[in-house]
């Protein structure tokens, strides 16, 4: 709730950022006030637009996650912690290829039916990192049509992870040369 008494949706969290962005920054050498994670937080609002944002989330959220599933599978299967055990539902094992499909059919459906605030939102790019993540560490096993996460052959999951995750730091980090070359091959006649 806000201080009006009005409940503030993701857009409008959204919109607040993107003007506050609009605000002017402060001149070379002065101070920001505030603790750390707040003047961080407004160097980050200052310098990332949103396009920026959504690549940084999720290149991040990528990177995490597949770090996060190869950390939980091995516990799994190490038996590290009593608690974790692999998802079943009717005796058969859900693999987490699975939900990183549930999740871009669903943000899918965002694209194709949301508003452009929901398309646009810091969200949608994290929650397209985790559902990359998902299935690309389960590439092997796609491939092949058969469990092979352990065998010599589920190295191949790691590589596309690694490949997926090059390409996108690739991306991010040079995003405006990129879309500067696209321009000049949009300009130039279909030859090389």
Sequence with gaps: ????????????????R?????????????????????????V??????????????????????????????????????????????GGRHLHHYNFGIAILA?????????????VRHPAAGTAYGIGAALIADEAALLLNLEDVYWSRKGHTSIDVAVGIIAALGLYATAA???????????RSPRRI
Excluded at 77 to 87: A, D, E, I
Excluded at 106 to 114: K, N, P, S
Excluded at 176 to 186: G, N, S
């Design 44 to 89: 980050y609002l200052d310098h990332a637009d949103p396009l920026e944002e959504t690549l940084m989330l999720t290149w991040a959220s990528f990177g995490t996650t597949f770090g996060i599933a190869r950390f939980i599978t091995h516990a799994i299967r190490g038996q590290w912690f009593p608690f974790l055990r692999n998802v079943q539902i």
């Design 1 to 16: 709730m806000t201080e009006e008494g009005t409940t503030r949706t993701p857009g409008t969290r959204v919109a607040e």
């Design 106 to 118: 669903g943000l899918g459906l965002v694209a194709v039916r949301g508003t452009e605030v929901a």
């Design 176 to 186: 405006p040369f990129w879309d500067d070359v696209l321009r000049e091959f949009r």
């Design 18 to 42: 993107i003007a506050a962005r609009s605000g002017k920054r402060p001149p070379p050498g002065e101070k920001r006030t505030g603790n750390i994670i707040e003047r961080i937080a407004q």
